[in-house]
């Protein structure tokens, strides 16, 4: 920061000019006899514009008395003939604009340098100018609070020795040399404070270019230590998420394989005691037995067939997809539990389309399907004691797929559960895991389709989905 002169050294410098436009004027006043006018209004502007206001008014009193005395008639006398007035006063009157012009023009650029120190001090990044020597020419406030340094501190040292770590200095060279050659540079790079510590930051770094020629560097800095460890954070809560997922993944699957074996399993239970019933009967029911023991083996096929499907999921196999006929896997799925609709007393209407359109899928991952969609029609109606436990199943064309419908008599849901019934292990059953829908969903938007489902009326609730088709019926 530069000092401004002080009062006496101002108002000398007016004498020293004005006494320097006397010297001139008179050596020259021979070849140039109103030379003195140039001389001393050049010595008014150049007091007022050093000097400021007061210098410059005083330079003018020096001037006309100089000029009084030495320039206009008659001379070396403190005297004004009356036509020579016009003159001096049109003199006077030059000297007093010049003298306002040179201060004006002096405040107005210490009011510009003033107002770009401010920016230089106030501005959030810190900045340090270098020298082309890497001479510290001049540093900020952040630059003080960033690094340490004062200016004191840093005033005409090389800035790479201050705030350079020593692996980084080659480096920093050959960013120097693309600055000289008038390029700017930008990184993000580790930098030293004063007591030795390093600061993630980053550096901008452009040159001072004047005629043509680079005259020093500026460097911007800008602390990104908060930024960093709050990346280094989120990555490592990312990692934790992620860990969490896969726990979380691997209790879906968990439930998923208990909810899709649960099934099978509790059918397999149910035949078993039924046919320990019926030969235990007088005389035993060998045909019943014979036939719940049917119904064991094809559950257990079916559960053997649901561990393979997840072996294979979990083998990265593709799922066998092939040409299924809907209405098939509707009529095997309620032959299947035929007893368990008998034991709760529920009848099931079909109507199915007549020659309906082959889709592409799994078989059994299909049936397992209609098996959540029936099962949960059945839990529905199981508290229903008003009417009739009545399901209807409805299979049709449509546009270009096939839609399967199960409507059952039941209590419907709340409005609340309008929107969750879909999400994982959501359940108002008080022994349910919540994963029928959600998986459910996930098979038939596998199969390119859409499972929804909608409030009957007045009661009851229809559940919807839709299979592409996979060529035109004949």
Same mark, same amino acid.
């Given at each position: 920061?530069?000092?401004?002169?002080?009062?006496?050294?101002?108002?000398?410098?007016?004498?020293?000019?004005?006494?320097?436009?006397?010297?001139?004027?008179?050596?020259?006043?021979?070849?140039?006899?109103?030379?003195?006018?140039?001389?001393?209004?050049?010595?008014?502007?150049?007091?007022?514009?050093?000097?400021?206001?007061?210098?410059?008014?005083?330079? =003018?009193?020096?001037?006309?008395?100089? =000029?009084?005395?030495?320039?206009?008639?008659?001379?070396?006398?403190?005297?004004? /003939?009356?036509?020579?007035?016009?003159?001096?006063?049109?003199?006077?009157?030059?000297?007093?604009?010049?003298?306002?012009?040179?201060?004006?023009?002096?405040?107005?650029? /210490?009011?510009?340098?003033?107002?770009?120190?401010? !920016?230089?001090?106030?501005?959030?990044?810190?900045?340090?100018?270098?020298?082309?020597?890497?001479?510290?020419?001049?540093?900020?406030?952040?630059?003080?609070?960033?690094?340490?340094?004062?200016?004191?501190?840093?005033? *005409?040292?090389?800035?790479?020795?201050?705030?350079?770590?020593?692996?980084?200095?080659?480096?920093?060279?050959?960013?120097?040399?693309?600055?000289?050659?008038?390029?700017?540079?930008?990184?993000?790079?580790?930098?030293?404070?004063?007591?030795?510590?390093? +600061?993630?930051?980053?550096?901008?770094?452009?040159?001072?270019?004047?005629?043509?020629?680079?005259?020093?560097?500026?460097?911007?800095?800008? #602390?990104?230590?908060?930024?960093?460890?709050?990346?280094?954070?989120?990555?490592?809560?990312?990692?934790?998420?992620?860990?969490?997922?896969?726990?979380?993944?691997?209790?879906?699957?968990?439930?998923?394989?208990?909810?899709?074996?649960?099934?099978?399993?509790?059918?397999?239970?149910?035949?078993?005691?039924?046919? +320990?019933?019926?030969?235990?009967?007088?005389?035993?029911?060998?045909?019943?037995?014979?036939?719940?023991? #049917?119904?064991?083996?094809? #559950?257990?096929?079916?559960?053997?067939?649901?561990?393979?499907?997840?072996?294979?999921?979990? @083998?990265?196999?593709?799922?066998?997809?092939?040409?299924?006929?809907?209405?098939?896997?509707?009529?095997?799925?309620?032959?299947?539990?035929?007893?368990?609709? $008998?034991?709760?007393?529920?009848?099931?209407?079909?109507?199915?389309? $007549?020659?309906?359109?082959?889709?592409?899928?799994?078989?059994?991952?299909?049936?397992?399907?209609?098996? *959540?969609?029936?099962? *949960?029609?059945?839990?529905?109606?199981?508290?229903?004691?008003?009417?009739?436990?009545?399901?209807?199943?409805?299979?049709?064309?449509?546009?270009?797929?096939?839609?399967?419908?199960?409507? #059952?008599?039941?209590?419907?849901?709340?409005?609340? $559960?309008?929107?969750?019934?879909?999400?994982?292990?959501?359940?108002?059953? /008080?022994?349910?895991?919540?994963?029928? !829908?959600?998986?459910?969903?996930?098979?038939?938007?596998?199969?390119?389709?859409?499972?929804? @489902?909608?409030?009957?009326?007045?009661?009851? @609730?229809?559940?919807?989905?839709?299979?592409?088709?996979?060529?035109?019926?004949?």
């Amino acid at each position: 920061m530069k000092l401004a002169p002080s009062a006496a050294f101002r108002y000398l410098s007016a004498i020293v000019f004005v006494a320097v436009a006397t010297g001139l004027s008179l050596l020259l006043r021979p070849a140039l006899p109103d030379g003195f006018l140039v001389f001393f209004l050049g010595a008014v502007m150049a007091a007022g514009w050093y000097g400021r206001t007061g210098a410059g008014l005083f330079a =003018v009193v020096l001037s006309m008395v100089v =000029v009084d005395y030495f320039f206009i008639a008659p001379y070396q006398a403190f005297v004004v /003939e009356l036509d020579e007035l016009p003159y001096f006063l049109t003199f006077l009157l030059s000297a007093v604009v010049t003298s306002w012009l040179g201060s004006a023009r002096r405040q107005a650029e /210490e009011r510009q340098q003033a107002h770009l120190d401010e !920016l230089f001090e106030q501005t959030p990044d810190a900045i340090m100018l270098v020298g082309l020597e890497d001479n510290v020419l001049r540093i900020n406030r952040e630059f003080t609070r960033i690094f340490g340094y004062t200016p004191k501190d840093v005033l *005409n040292r090389p800035s790479t020795n201050l705030i350079v770590p020593e692996h980084l200095k080659s480096s920093t060279v050959e960013a120097r040399e693309r600055l000289y050659l008038g390029q700017h540079v930008s990184l993000e790079t580790v930098r030293q404070r004063k007591n030795g510590t390093l +600061v993630d930051v980053s550096e901008v770094s452009f040159p001072v270019i004047a005629s043509g020629k680079c005259l020093a560097y500026y460097l911007v800095f800008r #602390d990104i230590s908060r930024s960093k460890r709050a990346i280094e954070e989120l990555q490592s809560a990312q990692g934790e998420l992620a860990h969490l997922s896969r726990i979380t993944t691997m209790g879906e699957l968990a439930a998923s394989i208990a909810h899709e074996i649960n099934q099978p399993i509790g059918a397999i239970v149910t035949n078993g005691d039924a046919a +320990v019933r019926w030969l235990g009967q007088q005389p035993p029911g060998v045909g019943d037995a014979r036939e719940a023991l #049917d119904c064991i083996v094809r #559950d257990a096929n079916r559960a053997a067939e649901v561990i393979g499907r997840i072996r294979s999921l979990l @083998a990265k196999t593709g799922t066998p997809m092939v040409k299924t006929d809907v209405n098939e896997v509707i009529r095997e799925v309620l032959l299947l539990m035929e007893h368990e609709l $008998h034991r709760r007393g529920a009848t099931v209407t079909t109507h199915l389309a $007549h020659r309906l359109p082959p889709v592409l899928g799994d078989r059994v991952q299909l049936q397992q399907v209609m098996l *959540n969609l029936i099962m *949960n029609g059945l839990d529905a109606m199981s508290l229903v004691n008003d009417r009739e436990r009545q399901m209807e199943i409805r299979s049709m064309e449509k546009g270009d797929g096939v839609l399967v419908e199960v409507q #059952d008599a039941g209590s419907g849901w709340e409005d609340q $559960h309008s929107t969750s019934m879909f999400e994982p292990f959501f359940t108002t059953k /008080e022994s349910g895991i919540g994963m029928g !829908l959600t998986i459910s969903r996930s098979i038939i938007e596998a199969h390119g389709g859409r499972l929804w @489902a909608e409030r009957g009326t007045p009661y009851g @609730a229809t559940m919807r989905f839709s299979l592409p088709m996979t060529e035109k019926p004949i």
